[in-house]
């Protein structure tokens, strides 16, 4: 499976961004997908995630009620709509994809799968 994130930037506080994973190699309808981040100095840490036909999503307390993980398996991109940003969401955002799990996971062990990762840069 080969992901491919895009759409990070800089934005200001409050600001808009959605990011998008497209997925190729493997079917995409069977893969789990997952959105993780990395801020300097910290370990990188789970955001959100999606099961394989969308009927579960899953997102860390620190972004519940401002983003929102959706998928298109007709396109084969994942996507990931951020809102309302803060200064503490700077990361590089990175997708991945799991195709073992029967659950949704939030653990990276759990995703074999991952892209190149995508700057997301929040000012004050």
């Known amino acids: 499976v080969q992901l491919q994130a895009s759409g990070g930037g800089l934005v200001q506080a409050g600001s808009s961004l959605r990011l998008s994973c497209a997925a190729s190699g493997r079917t995409f309808s069977r893969l789990h997908m997952g959105w993780f981040r990395q801020a300097p100095g910290k370990e990188r840490e789970f955001v959100s995630g999606?099961?394989?036909?969308?009927?579960?999503?899953s997102y860390s307390d620190f972004v519940k009620g401002r983003f929102t993980i959706s998928r298109y398996n007709v396109e084969n991109t994942a996507y990931l709509q951020m809102n309302r940003l803060k200064p503490e969401d700077t990361a590089v955002y990175y997708c991945?994809?799991?195709?073992?799990?029967?659950?949704?996971?939030?653990?990276?062990?759990?995703?074999?799968?991952w892209g190149q990762g995508t700057q997301v840069t929040v000012s004050s």
């Open positions: 991945a994809a799991d195709d073992k799990s029967w659950f949704l996971g939030r653990d990276s062990y759990a995703y074999d799968y």
């Open positions: 999606i099961a394989w036909n969308g009927g579960n999503t």
